[in-house]
């Protein structure tokens, strides 16, 4: 089920800034039962909306690890993308004209703000699992410190505790090719989108790497040529990508969402990120990609080491930081075995 929700209240931003009002669009699978424990959170990653069945579906679905039939799944479209949340195309309703240009970065944490006003709405005490890839990961791993008695367990997946320069170089040099279009400075909500396809391109080389275009996009590969000028895979893949992101998202929301992942720093205002995730009480799985240059391995185990009790699951894939979404089979025997040793599964079915 499809929904939205309202908040007709003020709400501060880290930056200091205050929204008259926001909005949050959700979406449901399944029904909450009697006790209240068989909540599941997802938690979606950059340019993706809130259906996991959508996006997710080697995991989310009906007879799938996720099974609407035994869980209540819930996930939200995270502030400043285009899929129903507030973003740059909202309405400002101070100037009763969209935002565009003049809105606001949400940090990760401001984010995590929102959808605890939301799980109190809904009436949601106690949230049996949350997983979550890539940014998704981060907003799982902000929000289990930052509640961390409403967690049962957690597992966040091709992700880390604080942005690192490199990640933070990668989405800067995207939107610097966002910002060269020329139409950005314009006031309307084509403002950037060729500039969009360019930056898609960017980010395809953080998402994959060297084995998997060798596999994927090979030399000798047939295909079928977007334009006169791209004789090879690999090139064309590039501009495919690059043109299909443009028909389905948004450059101002792009441009935003890549600063709120920068912010990303569990340790700011904590004393450090070590002290911060130790603040974590959920029995928690990581889930690291060997080949994700975005997200190094490193980082996954650097979470284990500081998350009291932690696990870590390496999964070796030649598809880089897309692997999250890719290696769904080897992700749903974790999932199992973690589930099966913390006796989960008698939980939900009481």
């Known amino acids: 089920m499809n929904s939205i929700f309202h908040y007709k209240k003020s709400f501060l931003l880290e930056s200091g800034e205050t929204l008259k009002e926001f909005h949050l669009a959700y979406t449901t699978h399944g029904k909450l039962n009697s006790a209240k424990n068989n909540v599941v959170w997802i938690f979606h990653a ?3 909306n809130s259906d996991p069945i959508e996006w997710w579906p080697g995991l989310v679905g009906e007879g799938k690890f996720f099974d609407p039939s035994k869980y209540f799944i819930i996930c939200v479209n995270k502030p400043g993308s ?51 890839g890539s940014t998704g990961g981060m907003q799982l791993l902000e929000w289990a410190i930052d509640e961390p008695e409403l967690f049962e367990n957690i597992v966040p997946i091709s992700t880390n505790a604080i942005l690192s320069p490199w990640g933070i170089a990668f989405n ?75 028909k389905r998202f948004n450059a101002l929301c792009y441009y935003r969402l890549t600063q709120s992942m920068d912010s990303h720093d569990v340790g700011r205002n904590r004393n450090s990120v070590e002290a911060a995730l130790q603040l974590i009480t959920a029995n928690t799985l990581v889930i690291g ?62």
Not at 100 to 123: A, E, Q, S
Not at 172 to 184: F, G, H, L, P, V
Not at 195 to 208: N, Q
Not at 298 to 305: D, I
């Open 289 to 350: 990609i060997t080949s994700d240059l975005l997200y190094p391995i490193s980082e996954q185990e650097f979470l284990q080491r500081s998350i009291p009790g932690a696990e870590l699951l390496t999964i070796h894939s030649e598809f880089g930081h897309d692997g999250f979404l890719l290696e769904y089979e080897k992700i749903e025997t974790a999932l199992i075995k973690f589930i099966k040793n913390n006796n989960y599964l008698k939980i939900v079915n009481e």
């Open 46 to 48: 950059l340019t993706a």
């Open 82 to 132: 285009p899929y129903g949340s507030i973003s740059p195309l909202s309405k400002n309703p101070v100037s009763d004209t969209p935002y565009y240009h003049d809105f606001p970065v949400f940090t990760i944490r401001d984010i995590i703000k929102t959808y605890r006003i939301l799980k109190n709405d809904l009436d949601i005490n106690r949230i049996l699992i949350g997983i979550g």
């Open 172 to 246: 800067a040099t995207q939107r610097m090719a966002i910002e060269t279009d020329s139409s950005w400075v314009k006031k309307n909500k084509e403002a950037g989108q060729k500039g969009l396809a360019t930056a898609r391109a960017i980010a395809m080389l953080s998402y994959r790497q060297y084995n998997g275009y060798n596999i994927t996009q090979s030399r000798d590969k047939a295909f079928i040529p977007i334009s006169k000028e791209t004789i090879y895979a690999a090139d064309n893949y590039q501009r495919y990508q690059g043109i299909k992101l443009n």
